[in-house]
């Protein structure tokens, strides 16, 4: 499993390769001159090609990637050419709020929509079920910045409860995750919501009724561990998707994370904050994906056996049974 | 004189479908003694299954419902216990050994967790006992200790229906209901499973209701035979009874079907048409379509349950000597 865990850990160093060189090339190769960016429109020509010569810009771009990428490798992402504060620094600032609201909204997926389907599933075709696939689809549709919209009319201008904007309480943090998981919620409610119909109907499930086990085992213990496996699929691409999404709930909520950072870096052309903001985001989602498949293997038994060899797998499974 | 383990009276078991109302089970008697092994034979769609998910209590319901009769286990009658009371009956007092063991075993648990899992539920056994005794039941059906933590996909077919025989008999059932155990099973492995079920039930003197289709499966383990025919029961006596002295015509026919090695024929003989379909089941006798010595009177009604010589029940006019038919013919 070790073994598993480190090639995939190696695998990522070729991804992270690839996305920093398509960014780095397309940000080099696009209009528009950093060095003016940082000196303004009036900047005397002189000036502007001392600036460029510091920045290394008059380098070759292959030679200025690999500049870049020799710092970034002993930790030194740059300075930002619009802020000059250090990127490090900045991102230290920036990437809380941007991780908060991500994997809360992961969070709140698993916690809503996984009883929630195995609810449905259980009170299959009642009128909570019939409703429910209405309302799933409802929010499955709307995009979730218009239902923050909403909320904020409804909870922020009528009601008074939570701020509108910001991220420095909890009372804050509530609207922004709702709205970037609720359509997380209704999709992987259906998602679950169907493997468990799919699973309760299988011949193990009659065996471990015919075991005289509560009704209640019988659905968490014996249904819903194979009912998982779509659901962490679905749940380990939403990773990418809440990142992405954050992007919209910051300058939504005004949050100030990762997201709107990119956004005020990719105007200013702020090479070293755009390629920052993009190499920690590949990393992440990659780390993400490499916890999605594991996972896979924890709960399914014979996705294990296709990762470990044989024989390691016994020694450890009956190391497990020993303790 | 043995003493009465189960006592099914009419148990007629129904499923309500969009198309209609299927009569799965129909008014169905049987009884089991302690340590008897009772046969239930027939077709495929005749309710042997959902006979003995009836005496389970694990009916789908909906769509599925018992609409009556009583399954009487020593003098209690498990229709009118509650769901809660049955469950603690199943696994303990009436086991099931399902058909596929394919995927009759949950593919994310190791074995002896499936095992040990009956055991805790039903005993005052902490988990480490449990396993251990899980393990000792997988060493009665004869897999290797050292097995114990694989998966069920690490097992072969007939591995994993030994693994279901020894969830089933973990707690010592006093019944044992058995669900065409072998007929996911090659041949050869088929044999085993089937000397490993006698010598269990010898050794621990479990009564079984054995399902089978399989005549020959019949005459190596039963007591006892009932033959069912699209939802009844059409003749049941001893294993003598049935094999040498065969009155049913449906009996007659099953034995027409099955290939004899010491005669030399081209073709076998087999019942001409097919179960009738469960949601329109013909009027009288339901056999008539396919009966070769069918008359008026069994269109129009429906012979009773009646004994013949002790113990030997069937259900055909030509025995209530309503009909004149000079002999029903033997199976050659």
């Known amino acids: ?323 | 004189m043995q003493k009465t383990l189960l006592d099914v009276k009419d148990l007629t078991i129904k499923f309500r479908t969009d198309d209609g109302v299927v009569e799965a089970v129909n008014k169905v008697s049987l009884s089991v003694q302690e340590g008897e092994t009772l046969g239930i034979v027939g077709e495929t769609g005749a309710g042997k299954t959902t006979t003995a998910l009836g005496i389970m209590g694990l009916v789908d319901s909906p769509p599925g419902k018992i609409e009556g009769g009583s399954i009487l286990l020593d003098d209690t009658d498990l229709l009118k216990l509650g769901e809660e009371a049955v469950r603690k009956l199943r696994g303990k007092e009436i086991s099931m050994i399902f058909q596929d063991p394919m995927t009759s075993l949950n593919p994310v648990f190791t074995v002896v967790e499936q095992i040990a899992e009956v055991i805790v539920n039903h005993q005052q056994l902490g988990e480490k006992e449990a396993e251990q005794k899980a393990i000792e039941m997988l060493e009665l059906v004869r897999i290797p200790a050292e097995r114990a933590y694989e998966y069920p996909h690490q097992f072969s077919g007939g591995m994993k229906q030994r693994v279901v025989i020894a969830i089933a008999l973990a707690c010592n059932p006093r019944l044992l209901i058995a669900d065409e155990p072998t007929t996911a099973l090659d041949v050869t492995i088929q044999a085993q499973v089937l000397e490993l079920m006698k010598d269990l039930k010898t050794k621990s003197k479990t009564s079984m209701i054995m399902i089978t289709h399989d005549l020959g499966v019949v005459s190596e383990i039963c007591d006892k035979v009932a033959i069912m025919y699209a939802g009844e029961i059409v003749e049941s006596g001893s294993l003598e009874d049935i094999f040498e002295n065969p009155l049913h015509p449906y009996t007659n026919g099953l034995f027409g079907s099955i290939p004899d090695i010491d005669k030399e024929v081209e073709f076998l003989s087999p019942i001409e048409g097919l179960v009738p379909d469960p949601s329109d089941l013909p009027s009288g006798c339901k056999f008539h379509p396919r009966c070769k010595y069918a008359q008026h009177l069994c269109r129009v009604e429906d012979p009773s349950f009646r004994e013949y010589s002790p113990g030997h029940f069937t259900k055909c006019f030509v025995h209530e000597g309503k009909l004149s038919v000079k002999e029903v013919k033997k199976y050659e």
């Open chain 1, 1 to 323: 499993m070790s073994r598993y865990i480190l090639k995939r850990l190696l695998q990522m160093i070729p991804i992270v390769i690839g996305v920093s060189v398509i960014v780095f090339l397309l940000l080099s190769l696009s209009p528009g001159d950093p060095a003016k960016m940082i000196l303004g429109l009036n900047a005397k020509e002189e000036e502007l090609a001392l600036m460029r010569e510091q920045l290394g810009l008059n380098d070759p771009i292959p030679l200025q990637y690999f500049h870049y990428m020799k710092n970034v490798l002993i930790g030194d992402f740059g300075t930002s050419y619009s802020t000059k504060q250090s990127v490090i620094e900045m991102i230290a600032v920036r990437l809380p709020p941007t991780l908060i609201l991500s994997f809360g909204s992961l969070l709140t997926i698993l916690i809503v929509a996984i009883p929630l389907g195995i609810a449905l599933a259980v009170k299959q075709n009642s009128p909570f079920d019939n409703i429910m696939r209405v309302v799933s689809l409802f929010f499955a549709a709307m995009p979730g910045f218009w239902i923050g919209i909403l909320m904020i009319i409804l909870f922020s201008v009528k009601l008074g409860w939570l701020p509108a904007n910001g991220f420095d309480k909890p009372s804050a943090m509530i609207m922004p995750i709702i709205c970037s998981s609720i359509a997380g919620w209704a999709v992987n409610s259906r998602i679950t919501r169907a493997s468990m119909l799919d699973v309760i109907r299988q011949d193990y499930i009659r065996t471990a009724r015919a075991k005289g086990l509560k009704e209640s085992v019988v659905i968490r213990k014996h249904a819903l561990k194979n009912a998982l496996l779509p659901t962490i699929t679905s749940v380990g691409m939403a990773v990418g998707g809440c990142f992405g999404g954050s992007v919209i709930m910051e300058m939504l909520f005004g949050i100030n994370g990762m997201g709107k950072m990119m956004i005020d870096a990719l105007r200013q052309k702020d090479i070293p904050t755009i390629m920052a903001g993009v190499i920690i985001t590949a990393v992440i989602i990659a780390v993400a994906n490499l916890l999605t498949d594991l996972a896979y293997s924890y709960v399914d038994p014979r996705i294990r056996s296709m990762y470990a060899r044989r024989r390691t797998i016994r020694k450890e499974v009956a190391g497990n049974g020993s303790n």
